[in-house]
């Protein structure tokens, strides 16, 4: 009976289990054809590799499974025992490296199935009773959907602090703010710093209800029309912690790839806001604005010019949308489908793990580069020219009586009124303007998404 859980990564075992796999999948008929040569690796194709990122979810959802099975007699409590430890071995010998997921297995799942079996001989082969591939895969995606989308909020409430703090130490850091890359009104960095704040929170938010929609399980609906056994779905929703069932089982199969187009849909919101902070960043960091300067933490040396200080992480920030928008149009066009599962669904993991962890990458890399930012308050402050305080002139004289569009007239000759641009600023006293910046109001909102 029980083996040691390394014993199927000695060198004999995985040619035993090379062999074993190639020619006698999980779902070997009795007197079928060997696969034709070339096909196996065709059909599992970068499977083996992505279910690494998908492995510890899909232990999670088998032992689910198993408390389903365990409650309506189908297994033992002797035999659910044993099944839980040898999963949560599977699981630290993974976790550890002494358990490798390679090109042995046809996927992640058959990897499972394989090692319950011979770890536990017959009883190993009961752990598939009234599950398909087909709900399994949907389980330990929405698993780690679940769980990889709680990072990247993590991740984006992490740069949203960062920002809030240093929009408060430069309430009075002036810059010049453009509209058409045009020198427009005085505006200070703290305004222009909260603008990405609040984006990403609205981001966030976002996030939120995606989890929400997420937080259902689909397990139980097999191949995508139920099984004839009285699964409790609900009690196995809840041991994944996941608070509701996904009724109907086409419906279910039919979320595969869409579920995966929401979030990578919710990423590229978050990517956006980078996208446009780094153009400003960039173009800020040019000599020609020379508004802030990176430390050499964050910029690069060319390797031919030795007086350059280049902004490649910034470039990389701002290209990092671009591999999640690419993922969103190759599930986009993969979804072209008939109802219930198609193994054209497989193409859906590599564009879904690439996306997440680019996102993952790029908000990690956001407080350290925001603190290595030194703002060159001379010149920005410099940078604001007498004929942005036209408006403020404008208004000025509003409230001596005049109407707004004469007044505006009038402003573009007049030459006695003198405002500075500091009294703009003080005088930007609405909610959100550089007077009156929201603070508290923003960071309640904050605690409300957490
Ligand atoms: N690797 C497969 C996938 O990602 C697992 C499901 C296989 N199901 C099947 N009916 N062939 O879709």
Redesign the pocket.
Known sequence: MPNNSNDLNTKQNKEHTKTHHKNDVL?AAEGAQKLAPGVMAY???E?VVL?QALFVYDIQGTQAHLQGLAQIGIISESEYAAFIDALDELKTAFEQGTFSLDERF????SAIEFYLTQKLGEVGKKAHTGR???D??LTC?RLYMQDQMAVVKQLGIDAIEVLIELAEGHQDTMMPGYTHLQRAMPNTVAVWLLGFAESLMDDVQHLNSVMHLLDASPLGTA?GFGVPLQLPRAETAAAMGLSRVQINPVSAQNS?GKYELICLHALSYLLLDVRRFAWDLSLFMTSEFDFIQMGSSHTTGSSIMPNKNNPDVVELLRASLSVVDGAVQQIQSLLSLPSG?Q?D?????EPLIKGMQKTQATLALLPELLQALTFKKDQMKDAITSEMMATDQALEKVKQGQSFRDAYLDSKQDDELIITAEQSIDQRVSLGGAANLGLNFLRVRLEGLV
């Open positions: 779902w059909l599992a194709g499977d279910d046809e996927d992640g799942h398909s591939r087909n399994q895969v995606l191949a595969r599962y193994r669904l497989q193409l859906s993991k």
